[in-house]
């Protein structure tokens, strides 16, 4: 049973969910048997921690290089480290994982939250930084087998249903009633919510070491609330909003073509928006969902 877990929180860019929004809805499970929950933000010049955070947090700041041997010292101490931020460089990334691993770190937990599954040929074609997540998970895997004590989990989330909902990432537009309709808007995607995401992070920091070790060590776990198409989620806004929504169809190889440009180009918000356009992530195959192994509901 951990006792208390670190995270790393690096800068937000426009489509970045602040981390502490999912770390942050643990409180109820410290009553199901989950330990009390001590956290530590790293913060840096150039990506600072958030204003905002609840009682019995500590902020260290470190240099904005990220040297090992300073992230190791931070780290030490520490069960868990749970990492995200996708503006973070893939050195950086890599540092952690060592720093984690040099510093005694039991668990850690990389920074997949929001995505898709980065290991089909498709997503590593269409979004290039996956195949630094590929590479990132190889590194895990080489220290877990040089120290069987140090285990690593990865979340696949689908899209963040709440949180895109409300900002337009998934072409919904609340506030003008109107949507933006990829194809024939019937393709189906898996898609979870913070609070979803933070219970299942809660679960596996508070897994017994048997349970950890059986089902969740050294694993890509599939984690959503519902598989659900753009005319679906049409369909029930209208019906909640009593209204009829304007709708704009768009071509779906069309919009992945422009997107993908802008993305290769540097544009960090095409990146996301090639994932969130890039069909249907039915979440399953390999992995398969995790509600039977972390003890989640639908």
Known sequence: MLRRFKIFSGGATSLEVPPYQFWWRMPPYQNRGCPPINSLILGTNANPPPRLLPPGTTILHVPDSFHLDTLTAALANHDAVITYSPSATFSTHMRIVSAAFAADVKRFMAADFGSVDSRSDYTRELVPLFDEKAKLRALLQSLSSQ???????????????????????????PEEKRAEILGDGKQKSSLSTLWRVAEVVVKILGAEDEVYEKGMKGRVLMVQNFCISQVEVLRVLEKVTGEVWKVKWRDTEEFIRVKKERADAGDKEAVEECCAGGGGWELGGEGGLCDGVVGVGG
């Not at 120290?147 to 537009?173: E, I, M």
């Open 147 to 173: 120290r069987p004590d140090f285990g690593w989990t990865s979340l696949v989330v689908g899209h963040l249903f709440d949180w895109g909902l409300g900002n337009g990432f998934l072409h919904f537009y």
